[in-house]
């Protein structure tokens, strides 16, 4: 089971990754966010747009885990499917929308990836350190299921870290360039 989980999610994110041209084309330069994004003082600056890649990661991942809490609290089966698939979704929208957004150097948008993914590379490292540490709470206690969820987890935000870091941290040229040179103009002659 655990196999074809994991074989599935591996997939599923290299198929994402592989059509991230296609799925960045639905998303124009046009777009209401990507303007605002784009005219915001902070975003063209690497460190603060990495901050704020960093922030709505955070907020995306905490409103998944309280949505999935309060679901453990009303038993509605297979919703929590939903919930993750949506959240996944979102993030990948929003990375999305970070990369078109950017206008800037190739050095800065590294720099916004590594900030941005930052979040789940701390969350990685935090579930391996509690998978390393795992001891029964009494004797005789079975710690498998929670070694599994750990474990799980790890793999689970480590995956969405290179993701988010591919995603963000690469653009895609041939996506939006008449767009691309005129938010370039419209930001020069802003200031």
């Given amino acids: 089971m655990i196999i074809f989980l994991l074989t599935g999610g591996m997939i599923g994110v290299l198929f994402i990754l592989f059509f991230r041209s296609a799925i ?28 704020m890649l960093f922030l709505v990661n955070a907020i995306l991942f905490m409103g998944c885990l309280l949505i999935l809490y309060g679901l453990t609290l009303v038993f509605i089966p297979y919703v929590h499917f939903i919930v993750m698939i949506i959240g996944i979704v979102l993030s990948i929208w929003f990375w999305m929308e970070f990369n078109i957004a950017w206008i800037g ?6 720099i916004l990836a590594s900030i941005g993914s930052s979040f789940y590379f701390g969350l990685t490292i935090l579930f391996v350190y509690m998978y390393v540490g795992i001891e029964p709470y009494y004797p005789g206690e079975d ?8 474990a799980l987890a790890s793999i689970v935000t480590a995956v969405a870290c290179i993701t988010c870091f591919v995603i963000t941290g ?6 939006n360039q008449g767009d691309k040179y005129s938010a370039t103009t419209e930001a020069r002659n802003s200031q």
Wanted: hydrophobic share 40%.
């Fill in 24 to 51: 960045a084309e639905s998303i124009s330069g046009n777009n209401v966010l990507v303007k605002r994004l784009q005219k915001l003082q902070g975003f063209q600056k690497s460190y603060l747009a990495g901050f």
């Fill in 105 to 110: 150097s190739k050095k800065g948008r590294i």
């Fill in 143 to 150: 710690t498998f299921m929670r070694a599994l969820g750990l």
């Fill in 170 to 175: 690469f653009s895609n040229r041939n996506i």
